[in-house]
Structures are given as structure tokens and as C-alpha cells.
């Protein structure tokens, strides 16, 4: 009877231990199959301050498609910011996507250590997102797929604030690019200045 009984205990551990296995080989193998990505964008793709590249952990699916084809159609940027990714996607077969997709979607969202801000500022920070960013990137900057506007929540201040530079100085979005790149260097370039973005970017980091 006991013996029975451990049969079955046996046969059910291999039935289910066996998915588990062939999703961590799985993983195992992405990883070293996109790790010429991930040389610079950190292992965990947690994004990496020495070459300024950004997180792409819980990167929107529909977004990194769209931000590899403009860096492989060359209209992402005017400045040399892109060139490394320029270089970069074409190691990339287009048809590898989807699988670089799950191995980003298993990825865990790590922030930085987000830097010190004071109540004021998170407040004004919280105002200012919800006044003039919350309706294209979300209320929880979560992003909007319909908007083509990319989650803002996952990033970290550094990327944050280098990428608002680049629409707002118009290296990023002009006429070469797509029409969300574009919507976004106009939007960032309307604001009023008292608008202070590095109190918007702290509230979005915290
Ligand atoms: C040599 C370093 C380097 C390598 C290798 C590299 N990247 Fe990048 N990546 C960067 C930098 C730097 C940026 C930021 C450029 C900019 O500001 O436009 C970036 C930006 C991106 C973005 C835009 C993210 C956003 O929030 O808009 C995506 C997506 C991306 N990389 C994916 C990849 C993938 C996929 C690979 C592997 C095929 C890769 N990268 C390899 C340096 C690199
Ligand atoms: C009218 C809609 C709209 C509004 C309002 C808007 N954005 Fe955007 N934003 C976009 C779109 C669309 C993109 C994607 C552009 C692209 O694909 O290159 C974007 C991209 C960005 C990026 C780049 C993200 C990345 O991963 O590279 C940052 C940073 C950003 N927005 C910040 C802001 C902030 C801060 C505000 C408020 C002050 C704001 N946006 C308001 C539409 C908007």
C-alpha cells in the first residue's frame, strides 16, 4: 500500500517537475542567445549608467518592437546617442523578437535606488505627471499601447530625464521618425516652462 502510494508521488513529481525544467533550461538558453544584449543593458536587463543604456525589464512588447525598428530604420535619434543601438540591432533577427519578448516579461522590474526627494517635491512631481503626462502614459505611468506611448514607471531618472533632453533639444522625433516619436518631441517642446521636469522625474522614480 505504502509503496503504491509512493509510486504515485513519483510518477506526479516527474510530471510536474518536468515543465519546471524545461523552463529554467529555457531561460538558461535565452539568456546566453541574447547576451550581446544584455552586455550592455546589465544581466538582469535592470539598464546600465556606465553606457547610459536603459532598462528593458517589463519593456511594453509592442514598444520594443517599435523602438527596434526605428533604430533599425536609423530615425531614432539625429545625435550619435543611437548609433551603439543602431549597431547593436542588426546582431538581431527580426524573427527572434517574440523570444527576446519572454525572456524580458520574466525579467523582475528592479529600480534603482531612487535618489532622495523631499514631500514638496513628490507632490509637485505628482501634479505635474498627473497635469500633463498621465493621459497619454497613464495614470500609473503604465503606459498606453493605443497611444503608442510607452510605460514610464519602470525606468530609471537618469534614462528618464537623457530621453526627455533628446525630444525637447529635437534630436529625438523629427520628421524622419514615427508619428508617436514625433507627438512626443511636440508635446515636450509646448510645455510651459514652469513646468519642472526633474520634479516630475523624481516623482516617477520614487
Ligand atoms: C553597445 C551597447 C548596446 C548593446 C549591445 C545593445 N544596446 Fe540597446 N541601447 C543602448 C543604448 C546606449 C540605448 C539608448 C539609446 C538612446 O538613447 O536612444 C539603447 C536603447 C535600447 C532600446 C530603447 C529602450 C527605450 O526605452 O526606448 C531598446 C528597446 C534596446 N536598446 C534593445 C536592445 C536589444 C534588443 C539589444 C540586443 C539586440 C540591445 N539593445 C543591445 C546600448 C546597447
Ligand atoms: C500626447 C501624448 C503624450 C504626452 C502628453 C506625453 N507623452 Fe511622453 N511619449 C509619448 C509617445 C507617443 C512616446 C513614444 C515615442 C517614441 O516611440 O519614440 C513618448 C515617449 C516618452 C519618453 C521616452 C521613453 C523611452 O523609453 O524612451 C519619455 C521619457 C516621456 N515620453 C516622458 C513624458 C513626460 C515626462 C510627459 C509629461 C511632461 C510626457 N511624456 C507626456 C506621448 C506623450
Not at 509592442?62 to 535619434?77: E, N
Request: hydrophobic residues 45%; charged residues 15%; proline residues 4%.
Amino acid at each position: 500500500m505504502i509503496s503504491r502510494f509512493l509510486q504515485i508521488m513519483f510518477v506526479m513529481q516527474l510530471v510536474y517537475s518536468f515543465p519546471l525544467l524545461a523552463q529554467t533550461v529555457d531561460k538558461e538558453s535565452l539568456l546566453h542567445k541574447f547576451s550581446f544584449c544584455l552586455v550592455c543593458h546589465g544581466y538582469q536587463a535592470q539598464g546600465n549608467t556606465t553606457v547610459l543604456a536603459p532598462p528593458l525589464a517589463g519593456i511594453e512588447p509592442w514598444y520594443l518592437s517599435s523602438s527596434l525598428a526605428a533604430y533599425r530604420a536609423g530615425t531614432r535619434h539625429t545625435s550619435a546617442k543611437a548609433l551603439e543601438m543602431q549597431a547593436a540591432v542588426r546582431m538581431l533577427d527580426e524573427s527572434d523578437e517574440p523570444q527576446l519578448m519572454a525572456l524580458l516579461a520574466q525579467m523582475p522590474t528592479v529600480r534603482e535606488e531612487a535618489e532622495a526627494a523631499s514631500i514638496q517635491q513628490l507632490e509637485r512631481g505628482a501634479q505635474g505627471y498627473a497635469q500633463y503626462c498621465a493621459a497619454c502614459h497613464g495614470v500609473e505611468a503604465e503606459g498606453n499601447e493605443l497611444l503608442a506611448a510607452p510605460g514610464l514607471a519602470r525606468l530609471s531618472s537618469w534614462y528618464l530625464q537623457s530621453a526627455w533632453q533628446a525630444f525637447r533639444e529635437g534630436n529625438r522625433g523629427d520628421s524622419q521618425a514615427s508619428s508617436a516619436a514625433q507627438q512626443m518631441r511636440q508635446y515636450s517642446q509646448s510645455l510651459p516652462t514652469d513646468l519642472a521636469i526633474e520634479d516630475v522625474i523624481a516623482f516617477l522614480s520614487n
